[in-house]
């Protein structure tokens, strides 16, 4: 009895031993783990800062290079046009001489000027007797009429400007609208007028009409 009672008491020590061997061996594991787990995060961190500082370069190269193109597009565009100051000189000192020479003169420089804007791409828009658009047009009147389709551009006061498809300047236009009776009505009605009008409210007359 004594032999088994020193049986047992040797198999728990031996159980107990391989306990703590276990805890032992899963304690160094999860410290590996959690080293391993660090020096990852501290990798994710390091490469995180690089890609920001990239990001950052290339902002500002491309910032730069915007203001270098910039500049360059100035330049051209000054380039084109100081000859054109020489012209405008050149035309106020002989005004008082020669009329004839100085109108003559204008016109050379008003030319000079419009290829200057074209070699840019600076498009003019003078859209008379094409649909009012009020992308491009700015209507500051409307002539009543019915000898065109309504909505339609009769006159340019002022003609307005484009760079590609941008607007520098909307034209500013007369457009037509339908008002009066049609060929062989009877129509007692004075002659047609032009009529001061919003352009806001023409725009919405006309995109509630398209609609």
Known sequence: MNDNKHENEEHDDLAAEASVSEADVSTNDLEEQL????????????????RQAELVNYRRRVQREQAEMATVAQVAL????????????????????????????MQIIL?????????IGVERIEPEGEVFNPRYHEAIARHETNE???????????????LNDRLIRPASVVVSFWGVAAEGDICEEGPSEITEVDAGVLAEENEASDG
Do not use: N, W
Not at 41 to 46: F, G, H, M, P
Not at 83 to 95: C, F, G, H, K, S
Not at 111 to 119: W, Y
């Open 35 to 50: 080293e391993l787990a660090k020096t990852e995060i501290e990798r994710l961190a390091d490469q995180s800062l690089r």
């Open 78 to 105: 000054l380039g084109g046009l100081v000859p054109v100051i020489d012209d405008l000189e050149r035309a106020v000192e002989t005004m008082s001489k020669d009329e004839d020479t100085y109108h003559e003169g």
């Open 111 to 119: 030319r000079s000027v419009q290829k200057v804007l074209e070699k």
């Open 148 to 162: 065109v389709p309504e909505g339609q551009v009769l006159e340019v006061y002022q003609p307005g400007y484009r």
